[in-house]
RNA sequence: GUCCCGUUCGUCUAGAGGCCUAGGACUCCAGGUUUUCAUCCUGGCAACAGGGGUUCGACUCCCCUACGGGACGCCA
């Protein structure tokens, strides 16, 4: 049988980073499998529900490249199908009307969890009940009384969940509409899922629906429960660790292949890699990989996986990333030296698109101010010699190669018998406005001799007017 | 509280009873390369939650305890 799995958001906020990998694990297995993958938006929710949740849902799959073959279903435009699902099982006694008030249930659970049980609904209506004056009924499925439910976990083995631990949960509200566990099940019965990949808060949940299975009349599929994601100090994510939506990791300078990457080696791995392409990840992808145990998300190890890819990944891609970042940076790359030169100098020592950016500026832009530590250690008042004579050499350069520059920066130090620190140093501040730049010889080529030569000028004037300060 | 799931270096993990003197990666530390920063290279610190079994032999199997997480909605 063809493999069929789905990723099954409910639309109540952005795509988050635990969601994304549960997609990534769904979604590899169904393309190792050659199977289909679903996207579903489980949006019976109207309250929470929203438009925005939806889209950003969207474009988070988009941006990390999870296309799903089928979908997106929502399940809001199912409805007819979920009432005659509820009727069919109303009709042949698997479910019943309640009568029980919302506050009536409050008041039973408050006892029953003062009574130190689990709260649970107390089957008053299971018998027959009579309708009740200004009370819509609520439809519960008759869950069996005995017995366990037990079924073996893709990841984690078998589990076994008592019926007695089990109540007859609300399969339609008062006012008609189904609620999760109904719609779910419907639904993957429905679209020929195979296997289910979801987090393991659903664990608890996977019985119950077992049971709607049987009442319908269908074969569960396989389930998977991928352990949660947790904070960086080991409790539950939540927005304060970052738990940001997918789309927050594109615009701090994420590559969508480097979380991706680093998603697949959170709770699996395959021996001792680390890095791995996405024809990779489908060919060694287990689901009985899975760890069991739930993962702490760390955000060193994400930058060093970015790091390895803006250092690795094919200029294009870098070409094709970057101008969304050049843009947010305020940076006109037209004119200037070639962006491809500029990145291949500078991929090496930037671990965020962000900050590759930014290290771009100094090729493009010019600056009135220096970094404060830098010009106060390297544009002394003793740097002015060195400078001076820089400039004359550099400005009676005819060929501006990085290899002509690097002899004349060498010949000034020993004219002047100064280490290369007190040559270069002045002088990389003085055409970068920071103490940090490629090597000096690459940088000044790159910039162009007109540019360097006019901060050179620039780092004069700043010299001598500390010069005056000092008098 | 009840039920379910889990527990190897700080973090992600390898380990399918002897291959374990417990391996790799990130971080960190110490060196080296680099006139800077970063990269890169070399080396180092660092873990089987605790207690009982089973076994000739347990990180690996079983039980208990502790701790962590989850669920207990007319949310999904």
Same mark, same amino acid.
């Given at each position: 049988?063809a493999?069929v799995t789905r990723?099954?958001?409910?639309?109540?906020?952005?795509?988050?980073i635990?969601g994304?990998r549960t997609?990534l694990?769904s979604?590899?297995?169904?393309?190792?499998?050659?199977?289909?993958?679903?996207l579903?938006? %489980?949006?019976t929710d109207?309250?929470?529900s929203?438009?925005?949740?939806?889209?950003?849902?969207?474009?988070?799959?988009?941006w990390l490249g999870?296309?799903?073959d089928e979908?997106p279903?929502f399940?809001?435009?199912r409805?007819?199908?979920?009432?005659?699902?509820?009727?069919?099982l109303?009709?042949a006694?698997l479910?019943y009307?309640?009568?029980?008030t919302k506050e009536?249930?409050?008041a039973?659970?408050?006892?029953?969890?003062?009574n130190?049980?689990?709260?649970?609904?107390?089957g008053?209506?299971?018998?027959g009940?009579?309708?009740?004056?200004?009370?819509?009924?609520?439809?519960?499925?008759?869950?069996?009384?005995?017995?366990?439910?037990?079924?073996?976990?893709a990841i984690k083995?078998?589990?076994?969940i008592?019926?007695?631990?089990?109540?007859?949960l609300i399969?339609?509200?008062?006012?008609?509409?189904?609620?999760y566990?109904?719609?779910v099940v419907?639904d993957?019965?429905?679209m020929?899922m195979?296997h289910v990949?979801r987090?393991?808060d659903h664990i608890n949940?996977?019985?119950?629906?077992?049971n709607?299975y049987q009442?319908l009349?269908?074969?569960p599929?396989v389930f998977?429960h991928v352990?949660?994601?947790?904070?960086?100090?080991g409790s539950?994510?939540?927005?304060?660790?970052?738990a940001v939506?997918v789309?927050?990791?594109?615009?701090?300078?994420?590559?969508p292949?480097?979380v991706l990457?680093y998603?697949v080696?959170l709770?699996w791995?395959h021996?001792?890699q680390?890095?791995?392409?996405i024809e990779?990840?489908?060919?060694?992808?287990?689901?009985?990989?899975v760890?069991?145990?739930?993962?702490?998300?760390?955000t060193?190890?994400?930058?060093?996986?970015?790091q390895?890819?803006i250092k690795?990944?094919?200029m294009?891609?870098?070409l %094709?990333?970057?101008?969304?970042?050049?843009?947010?940076?305020g940076?006109?790359?037209?004119?200037g030296?070639?962006?491809?030169?500029v990145?291949s100098e500078?991929r090496?020592r930037?671990n965020?698109?962000?900050a590759?950016?930014?290290?771009?500026?100094?090729f493009?832009?010019d600056f009135?101010?220096?970094?404060?530590?830098?010009?106060?250690?390297?544009?002394k008042v003793s740097?002015a010699?060195p400078?001076?004579?820089?400039?004359?050499?550099l400005?009676?350069?005819?060929?501006?190669e990085?290899e002509a520059?690097?002899?004349?920066?060498q010949?000034t130090?020993?004219?002047? %018998?100064?280490?290369?620190?007190?040559?270069g140093m002045?002088?990389r501040?003085?055409?970068?406005g920071?103490?940090q730049s490629?090597?000096?010889d690459?940088?000044?080529?790159?910039?162009?001799?007109?540019?360097?030569?006019a901060?050179?000028d620039?780092?004069l004037a700043?010299v001598?007017a500390?010069?005056e300060?000092?008098?």
């Amino acid at each position: 049988m063809a493999v069929v799995t789905r990723f099954a958001p409910s639309p109540t906020g952005y795509l988050h980073i635990g969601g994304a990998r549960t997609a990534l694990y769904s979604w590899l297995f169904a393309r190792q499998q050659g199977g289909q993958f679903v996207l579903r938006i %489980e949006d019976t929710d109207r309250e929470r529900s929203t438009e925005e949740s939806v889209q950003a849902i969207f474009d988070g799959m988009q941006w990390l490249g999870l296309a799903h073959d089928e979908g997106p279903f929502f399940q809001t435009q199912r409805f007819d199908r979920y009432r005659a699902v509820v009727q069919q099982l109303l009709d042949a006694g698997l479910a019943y009307h309640c009568y029980c008030t919302k506050e009536e249930l409050e008041a039973l659970r408050e006892q029953q969890w003062a009574n130190k049980e689990k709260p649970r609904y107390n089957g008053k209506c299971r018998d027959g009940a009579e309708p009740r004056e200004g009370v819509e009924p609520v439809v519960r499925f008759r869950n069996p009384l005995e017995g366990n439910v037990v079924w073996q976990d893709a990841i984690k083995g078998e589990i076994s969940i008592a019926n007695t631990e089990l109540d007859d949960l609300i399969i339609a509200r008062a006012d008609g509409t189904p609620t999760y566990n109904l719609t779910v099940v419907v639904d993957d019965i429905d679209m020929g899922m195979t296997h289910v990949v979801r987090g393991d808060d659903h664990i608890n949940n996977t019985p119950r629906q077992i049971n709607i299975y049987q009442a319908l009349g269908a074969e569960p599929p396989v389930f998977a429960h991928v352990p949660m994601i947790l904070g960086e100090d080991g409790s539950r994510l939540s927005k304060r660790h970052g738990a940001v939506g997918v789309m927050q990791y594109r615009d701090d300078g994420y590559l969508p292949e480097a979380v991706l990457n680093y998603l697949v080696r959170l709770g699996w791995s395959h021996g001792d890699q680390e890095i791995f392409s996405i024809e990779e990840m489908i060919q060694h992808f287990r689901l009985e990989n899975v760890n069991r145990a739930p993962s702490t998300f760390n955000t060193e190890k994400l930058l060093w996986l970015n790091q390895q890819y803006i250092k690795s990944v094919e200029m294009s891609r870098l070409l %094709e990333l970057l101008p969304f970042y050049l843009q947010q940076a305020g940076i006109d790359t037209a004119e200037g030296p070639s962006l491809e030169a500029v990145l291949s100098e500078l991929r090496e020592r930037a671990n965020t698109l962000v900050a590759l950016a930014e290290s771009c500026r100094m090729f493009y832009q010019d600056f009135d101010e220096y970094n404060a530590g830098a010009a106060k250690k390297h544009l002394k008042v003793s740097a002015a010699e060195p400078l001076t004579m820089l400039k004359e050499k550099l400005a009676a350069l005819a060929n501006w190669e990085a290899e002509a520059i690097q002899a004349v920066v060498q010949q000034t130090a020993e004219t002047l %018998e100064l280490g290369m620190g007190k040559v270069g140093m002045p002088l990389r501040v003085a055409v970068s406005g920071s103490g940090q730049s490629p090597s000096i010889d690459i940088t000044l080529a790159l910039l162009g001799q007109q540019r360097a030569l006019a901060r050179i000028d620039q780092a004069l004037a700043y010299v001598a007017a500390r010069a005056e300060q000092a008098r």
